[in-house]
């Protein structure tokens, strides 16, 4: 019953998830350089020009399984860890796969654009959008669930990500447009997350 119960707290996808993320990297640095943006766009990254034109939409996916160089995913994956447990064990292992691969997909699909309407050839690489998906779902989590603690941690997990787009502001190869485009798919996910549940939990009480 320990056994079970340990097993289901475990955030196994979080794990696997980050293992993938790291594997991939190093697959990557070894037949090239994670540093060399023409090099990155043959690995799959977000790239206007090959998402419209050559129409390779595999990258909404590709993309966020990317870094550029290895500060890039330790911070990534560090911030996945964070997030990612919580997240997991929260939600459930289904709807938090749910919440980062279309954070991820949405971020891709808000930066190309983006990109492309400002005529700017820009790759675009790393698990961030996917990452801020997963922390607006959780400030969505925290104000559901009425904490006692409520404003002291949605006040630090907000100050968290202003942060973060206040530092991508100060470079500007941090694609904020993933950020933002993550950060609100996983808002929204999150919110129909609960509607779903009510409206499935109203149903059963109903029959009942």
């Not at 475990?10 to 990557?28: G, K, Y």
């Not at 911070?75 to 997991?88: A, D, Q, R, T, Y």
């Not at 990109?115 to 990452?131: D, M």
Request: aromatic fraction near 14%.
């Amino acid at each position: 019953m320990q056994e079970n119960t340990l097993m289901k707290r475990l955030p196994l996808v979080t794990v696997l998830i980050t293992v993938i993320n790291v594997a991939v990297f190093f697959i990557t640095e070894w037949k090239g350089s994670t540093l060399d943006p023409d090099f990155m766009i043959e690995a799959g990254g977000m790239y206007a020009p090959a998402f419209f034109e050559e129409h390779e939409y595999y990258r909404l996916i590709t993309h966020f399984f990317l870094h550029f160089g290895i500060e890039h995913l330790f911070f990534n994956m560090v911030s996945l860890v964070i997030f990612g447990h919580v997240m997991e064990n929260a939600v459930g292992r289904l709807w938090f796969v749910g919440i980062y691969l279309i954070s991820g997909i949405t971020a891709g699909l808000v930066s190309v654009t983006a990109h492309l309407n400002q005529n700017a050839q820009i790759v675009s690489c790393g698990a961030s959008g996917a990452v801020y998906g997963v922390m607006g779902a959780f400030i969505v989590i925290l104000i559901v669930n009425r904490r006692n603690n409520l404003r002291r941690e949605i006040l630090r997990f907000t100050a968290y990500v202003a942060l973060n787009l206040y530092y991508g502001m100060l470079y500007p190869e941090v694609d904020q447009y993933a950020h933002v485009g993550g950060f609100i798919a996983g808002v929204v996910l999150c919110i129909g997350m609960y509607l779903i549940k009510r409206i499935v939990s109203t149903r059963k009480e109903r029959v009942m």
